[in-house]
C-alpha cells in the first residue's frame, strides 16, 4: 500500500523541476479560464503501475481536476487502452502532463519486468526480491512499483536490516590479518549479532560453500549465495536443510547474474528468495500518452 505521505516530496519537486517558476508556453497561450478532456492512453502491452502518482501531481496542481480511474495498479494492459480520464482546467493538465507520464512509464516498466520474473518461478515457493539498486530518490517509487509487479521488497537502506557484504569483510581482515579464509565471517556475525537490536535481522554475503557454512554456524538469519553456481547453490539448500538452521528458519537468498533465461534454474534450487537487482536498474520503460479529447 502506498503511503503518499512518503513521496509527496518526491512528487512536488518533480513538478518544481519541470515547470520552474512559470510554463511559459501553457501560461501566455492557453486561456486560464479554459477546458479540456483527455485521457491518459498506454502505447504499450505490460503491466501498470502509478495510478496514485496521476492522482498526487494533479491533486497538487488543482484540485478542480477531476479524475476516473479505468484500470488499477497490477492489470495488464495493451496498446489503445485509455487507463485515465481527466477533465478540468487545461493549463493544470497541460501543466502535470509530462510528470504523470515519466512516473507512469517507469514504475509501469519495473513492475512489468517484474511480473516476468515472477510468471517465471509462480510453481515455486521463493519470492522475487528488488535490491538498492534503485534510481537516487525514487526507492520508495520503485520498490512500490515491484510490490506492484508481484515482487517483495529487500531492506529499504542501510538502516533497517544489516547486510555484511564482501567488501566489510575485506575491511575487517585488514584488522584482523590472523584470520583466515572464512573464518572472519564468524567473527563478523557474531559482532553484529552483541551490538544490534535484537529483532534486526542480520544477513551475510557468501561466495562459496566454506564461506556459506560459517555464516551458518555463526547464527546468520538470512544467507545471501551470491554469484555461485546453481549447483554450489543445491548444496547449500541441502546443509541448511539438514541441519538446525532449517528449524531456526535461515533463510537462503540467490542473487548475482539471474536473468529471465535462468531465473527458473536457480529456484528450483529450492532458495527462498532471488534478488534481483535489474528490477529497477534496467527495467526498460513503458510508454503512455496524454491525449487531448
Not at 585488514?174 to 565471517?185: E, H, K, S, T, V
Not at 547453490?233 to 539471474?258: F, T
Request: contains cysteine; glycine residues 8%; aromatic residues 6%.
Amino acid at each position: 500500500m502506498l503511503e503518499k505521505d512518503k513521496v509527496i516530496d518526491f512528487v512536488k519537486s518533480a513538478l518544481k523541476e519541470d515547470i520552474g517558476k512559470i510554463d511559459l508556453t501553457t501560461t501566455f497561450l492557453i486561456p486560464s479560464g479554459l477546458r479540456v478532456k483527455a485521457d491518459i492512453v498506454s502505447k504499450s502491452s505490460g503491466i501498470l503501475a502509478g495510478m496514485p502518482f496521476v492522482e498526487m501531481v494533479f491533486g497538487i496542481l488543482d484540485s478542480g481536476v477531476r479524475m476516473k480511474f479505468n484500470s488499477k495498479d497490477g492489470d495488464s494492459i495493451e496498446p489503445g487502452k485509455a487507463v485515465c480520464y481527466l477533465e478540468g482546467p487545461a493549463t493544470s493538465i497541460l501543466k502535470g502532463e509530462r510528470v504523470v507520464l515519466n512516473l507512469l512509464s517507469r514504475t509501469s516498466g519495473i513492475a512489468t519486468l517484474t511480473k516476468k520474473f515472477a510468471d517465471k518461478v509462480k510453481r515455486y515457493n521463493v519470492d522475487i526480491m528488488d535490491t538498492r539498486k534503485t534510481t537516487p530518490n525514487m526507492r520508495y517509487i520503485e520498490r512500490y512499483a515491484v510490490a506492484a509487479g508481484g515482487g517483495k521488497n529487500h531492506r529499504f537502506g542501510l538502516f533497517d536490516q544489516v547486510l555484511i557484504k564482501d567488501n566489510h569483510l575485506a575491511a575487517l581482515r585488514d584488522l584482523n590479518p590472523n584470520l583466515r579464509g572464512a573464518a572472519i565471517i564468524k567473527e563478523a556475525v557474531e559482532t553484529v549479532k552483541k551490538r544490534v537490536q535484537k529483532n534486526v535481522k542480520v544477513e551475510v554475503e557468501v561466495g562459496n560453500i566454506a564461506e556459506f557454512e560459517e555464516a551458518l554456524s555463526a547464527g546468520a538469519d538470512i544467507i545471501m549465495l551470491d554469484n555461485m553456481f546453481v549447483g554450489s547453490i543445491k548444496e547449500a539448500v541441502k546443509i541448511r536443510n539438514a541441519s538446525d538452521a532449517k528449524g531456526r528458519q535461515v533463510k537462503l537468498e540467490a542473487s548475482g547474474g539471474i536473468t529471465l533465461d535462468n531465473v527458473e534454474e536457480y529456484a528450483e534450487t529450492g532458495v527462498d528468495r532471488i534478488s534481483i537487482g535489474s528490477l529497477t536498474h534496467s527495467a526498460p520503460s513503458l510508454d503512455f500518452a496524454l491525449d487531448v479529447i
